[in-house]
């Protein structure tokens, strides 16, 4: 089983990437601020995936984006 880790820091050390982590730990405001590290990857369908067979674990998951999510060089139109 993965060691437990700050998720802040351990989410860090993926830019461009899905982080999916298993909360162990939330602050006095819910927050997540400790979890086990599934998964990682640039395929949001991979990090879907490892996520759909860990349901129901710890405190629940965190998926999340670590990055910009529109490149810079890119423009959102509404």
């Given at each position: 089983?993965?060691?437990?880790?700050d998720i802040?820091?351990?989410?860090?050390?993926?830019?461009?990437?899905?982080?999916?982590?298993?909360?162990?730990?939330?602050?006095?405001?819910?927050?997540?601020?400790?979890?086990?590290?599934?998964?990682?990857?640039?395929?949001?369908?991979?990090?879907?995936?490892?996520a759909?067979?860990?349901?129901?674990?710890?405190?629940?998951?965190?998926?999340?984006?670590?990055?910009?999510?529109?490149?810079?060089?890119?423009?959102?139109?509404?």
């Amino acid at each position: 089983m993965p060691e437990v880790v700050d998720i802040a820091e351990e989410s860090r050390k993926h830019p461009d990437e899905w982080v999916l982590f298993e909360v162990t730990e939330v602050d006095k405001s819910d927050e997540p601020v400790k979890g086990r590290l599934l998964c990682h990857s640039r395929s949001r369908d991979e990090i879907h995936e490892v996520a759909m067979r860990h349901r129901g674990a710890g405190l629940g998951l965190l998926t999340e984006f670590v990055g910009d999510p529109v490149p810079a060089d890119t423009y959102v139109v509404l």
